[in-house]
């Protein structure tokens, strides 16, 4: 029932007022709208106006990544743990100059790090490719 419970679509996503949905109590989600210090995660600034499609075609390469939802400035994916399944979602929206970033686990308590691991190596990857800085 745990692994079924964790494809379900969350209802807490998007953004809603120029930010994302506040991150649970839990340890198990960074966000750059988030106020405590245990949860923020830094914006990104991107390198330029075309650099949107850019970085949703590399979001979209990664593996177990599977986007659902994206516009012109929004993008929600679902990222599949290759071990057990369990579904994480990561959210970017572009606000003007800077790229705001949202990852979290469906389910459990503490992550262990993974989702703040996960957004640093795309920042990592995108910064390689020159989409941020």
């Not at 390198?47 to 990664?62: F, H, K, M, N, R």
């Not at 057990?84 to 686990?105: H, P």
Request: aromatic fraction near 6%.
């Amino acid at each position: 029932a745990l692994a079924h419970q964790s494809r379900r679509n969350p209802p807490f996503l998007g953004v809603i007022n120029g930010e994302f949905a506040p991150c649970p109590d839990s340890p198990n989600c960074v966000s750059s709208d988030a106020p405590d210090e245990g949860h923020r995660y830094r914006r990104w600034t991107v390198t330029g106006p075309d650099s949107w499609e850019l970085i949703v075609a590399v979001v979209a390469s990664q593996p177990n990544v599977r986007i659902v939802e994206q516009t012109q400035d929004y993008l929600r994916a679902e990222i599949s743990s290759a071990l057990f399944g369990f579904v994480d979602d990561l959210e970017l929206n572009l606000r003007g100059e800077e790229l705001a970033v949202r990852s979290a686990s469906r389910v459990g308590h503490s992550d262990l790090g993974a989702n703040r691991r996960r957004v640093d190596r795309l920042g990592e990857l995108l910064k390689s490719v020159e989409l941020i800085y």
